[in-house]
T-cell receptor
């Protein structure tokens, strides 16, 4: 149990386009989802925390209008990279947790390459 | 398919003690091995990242080692403090896929 999926696993897009990444909790309700980004040879960095039904909380330095996060249901959160640029190329990973549960479950990640 | 195992699942130590957390992985074709700290209700905090070509990394009281051939990594914490209490996760980054496979974590409690 406690499986989190991400889709797509890899995406290549042209500069200026928008890309949506989905994070789904497959067998539990995720009241909180976290989005992380990892640049090559760097550690994972938390981008934002989203609670179902409310606005996401972004970490310092992360542009809200650039990385749109929607957490409209208890099993799905989406991250949309708007007007993507090559510097947005990175590895994006989500995790999900249920209220009252301290364990987070992680998705396998999405590799984004912006040309 | 990569599998990551962390032992022990939970550990309780008195303050000041040195301790070692263990992580093993089944597929040695990794890009890097990462250690994270997870506090309840919070996002991950990255602690150390060891590239596949490296043997160890150090940051303050933390030292992580990597033995790719045996599929093992350890996280050594010196002079533990109550503030170190958290869940520690290791994750193997697959070479080529760059996907992270996480262990289930070791929950550490440092008793004052």
């Amino acid at each position: 149990g406690a499986v989190v999926s991400q889709h797509p696993s890899r995406v290549i897009c042209k500069s200026g386009t928008s890309v949506k990444i989905e994070c789904r909790s497959l067998d539990f309700q995720a009241t909180t989802m976290f989005w992380y980004r990892q640049f090559p040879k760097k550690s994972l960095m938390l981008m934002a925390t989203s609670n179902e039904g409310s606005k996401a909380t972004y970490e310092q330095g992360v542009e809200k209008d650039k990385f749109l996060i929607n957490h409209a249901s208890l099993t799905l959160s989406t991250l949309t990279v708007t007007s993507a640029h090559p510097e947005d190329s990175s590895f994006y990973i989500c995790s999900a947790a249920n209220r009252g549960q301290e364990t987070q479950y992680f998705g396998p990640g999405t590799r984004l390459l912006v040309l | 398919k990569q599998e990551v195992t962390q032992i022990p699942a939970a550990l309780s130590v008195p303050e000041g003690e040195n301790l070692v957390l263990n992580c093993s992985f089944t597929d040695s074709a990794i890009y890097n091995l990462q250690w994270f700290r997870q506090d309840p209700g919070k996002g991950l905090t990255s602690l150390l990242l060891i590239q596949s070509s490296q043997r160890e990394q150090t940051s303050g009281r933390l030292n992580a080692s990597l033995d790719k051939s045996s599929g093992r990594s350890t996280l050594y914490i010196a002079a533990s403090q109550p503030g170190d209490s958290a869940t520690y996760l290791c994750a193997a980054c697959g070479a080529g896929s760059y996907q992270l496979t996480f262990g289930k974590g070791t929950k550490l409690s440092v008793i004052p």
